[in-house]
């Protein structure tokens, strides 16, 4: 077995220097952008109800709990208020709002969620084929890779053509997740197989024409979001809770359907335990037997694009 190379000090610091300083890696641009966001609004809730900022982290403490009531009552979502929460990391400060976490805990415990629509096969194929049909490829391919990889929203939006390795027969391929949950929780590139030959027939036709460093989807979260919000309005399935999340959720639950085995179906979808992806899957089937989808003549019509376009 060869040795790997050992690297130089030189060479070591000359790729940390390209990877940055680790006090910018500590947290995400777009996370620090969220953080300033909400600090942002908690500042102009100080204003409008002409409170000053506090001066020591008892104070703080009791202002972010008003802050967290005010917001449970006006409907803003959770989300802003962790954020404010975890935006006081940056001046650790974070330990010192027991009380506010206490207040997030019970808001978690009590808020009623809507889980979103697992998707069926049958829907993917519509939403594809009308993508088709509307010359939005990049969207095409997005929602029926979202769909067959179980891909988190994080996840989609960094994957590039340069990821793929695709099997000579076309069979199925490997991606290579660099950015994503598993990767920030644990620290290691996830890799995910998938079978499916007109998927990585269409792929490869792709990587012959794309630079490898083109992002399957070119956007971002909320351009996917705007896409999909089109092909729901479009489909006549504004009455289901379609959201870019409803392609992991139904693409689980079908994976563990086709194959019946919990410990494939945890792997493919990169979830911690055998347990986690139990609960999730037993989720997925409930919800989706009270679905109940009417379906128009462009639904049927984008499906027949589908199936056209990959034969």
């Keep these: 077995m060869k040795r790997?190379?050992?690297?130089?000090?030189?060479?070591?610091?000359?790729?940390?220097?390209?990877?940055?300083?680790?006090?910018?890696?500590l947290v995400k641009d777009r996370t620090r952008q969220l953080y300033a966001l909400s600090l942002s609004v908690f500042g102009m809730w100080l204003e409008t109800w002409e409170l000053e900022w506090p001066k020591?982290?008892?104070d703080l403490?009791?202002?972010?709990v008003k802050f967290i009531q005010t917001a449970w009552q006006e409907g803003e979502?959770?989300?802003?208020?962790?954020?404010l929460v975890s935006s006081f990391k940056d001046y650790n400060l974070s330990k010192c709002l027991p009380f506010s976490r206490r207040y997030l805990a019970t808001?978690?415990?009590?808020e009623i969620t809507t889980?979103?629509?697992?998707?069926?096969?049958?829907i993917v194929k519509a939403m594809v084929g009308l993508c088709l049909h509307w010359k939005w490829l990049d969207m095409a391919v997005s929602i029926y890779l979202s769909y067959k990889a179980l891909l988190r929203m994080c996840e989609l939006v960094c994957i590039t053509y340069g990821d793929f390795v695709i099997a000579e027969n076309h069979q199925s391929f490997i991606l290579a997740l660099y950015e994503g949950k598993t990767v920030t929780l644990h620290g290691k590139i996830g890799n995910v197989k998938v079978s499916d030959p007109s998927l990585a027939a269409l792929l490869s036709l792709l990587q012959n024409q794309r630079a490898k460093g083109d992002r399957v989807f070119p956007g971002q979260a909320p351009s996917f979001r705007r896409h999909l919000d089109s092909l729901v309005q479009a489909l006549q399935l504004e009455n289901e809770l379609i959201t870019p999340h409803s392609m992991r959720r139904g693409g689980a639950t079908d994976h563990f359907r086709l194959h019946g085995n919990l410990h494939a179906t945890t792997v493919m979808g990169r979830w911690q335990s055998v347990k986690t992806c139990?609960?999730?899957?037993?989720?997925?089937i409930a919800d989706r037997a009270d679905m109940n989808i009417k379906t128009n003549k462009l639904f049927h019509k984008a499906q027949r694009i589908f199936d056209e376009f990959f034969l």
């Design 278 to 284: 139990r609960l999730y899957i037993d989720q997925a």
């Design 115 to 122: 889980r979103c629509l697992p998707v069926s096969f049958d």
């Design 56 to 58: 020591d982290a008892a």
């Design 61 to 64: 403490d009791d202002l972010v």
């Design 107 to 110: 808001w978690k415990a009590n």
């Design 4 to 25: 790997r190379p050992r690297t130089t000090r030189e060479q070591r610091a000359t790729k940390r220097l390209r990877v940055g300083p680790l006090a910018a890696l």
């Design 77 to 83: 979502t959770k989300a802003l208020c962790d954020n």
